[in-house]
């Protein structure tokens, strides 16, 4: 089991920073990935970023240049630094994180309990 608890988040106006962490605890040695989703107001949730194991990464294209995932593997944690901010990046954001197990493989994905990022215009 793997248990993730995010930090950081809040209300920022448009153009600015924020950064949020996202604590990983448990069988994280087995982890095949550790990212980022976010949720918007009746939207689906959507993958903002993704750091695998080999350090490769993977962003939406609407973040890609503003936001940056990186990873502390000594603390377990990875970071979402997000800058140049938009009203549009307006959502609950959750901490993602998985594992592949058994045989045939299957997908174990943890999640952690959202935090509220609010970009005003």
């Known amino acids: 089991q793997v248990q993730l608890v995010e930090s950081g988040g809040g209300l920022v106006q448009a153009g600015g920073s924020l950064r949020v962490s996202c604590a990983a605890s448990?069988?994280?040695?087995?982890?095949?990935?550790m990212g980022w989703y976010r949720q918007a107001p009746g939207k689906e949730r959507e993958l903002v970023a993704v750091m695998i194991s080999d350090g490769s990464t993977n962003y939406l294209d609407s973040v890609k240049d503003r936001f940056t995932i990186s990873r502390n593997n000594a603390k377990g944690t990875v970071y979402l630094q997000m800058n140049s901010l938009k009203p549009e990046d307006t959502a609950v954001y959750y901490c993602?994180?998985?594992?592949?197990?058994?045989?045939?493989?299957?997908?174990?994905?943890?999640w952690g309990q959202g935090t509220q990022v609010t970009v005003s215009s």
């Open positions: 448990g069988s994280i040695f087995r982890l095949n990935a």
């Open positions: 993602n994180a998985y594992d592949m197990r058994g045989t045939p493989a299957r997908r174990y994905d943890y």
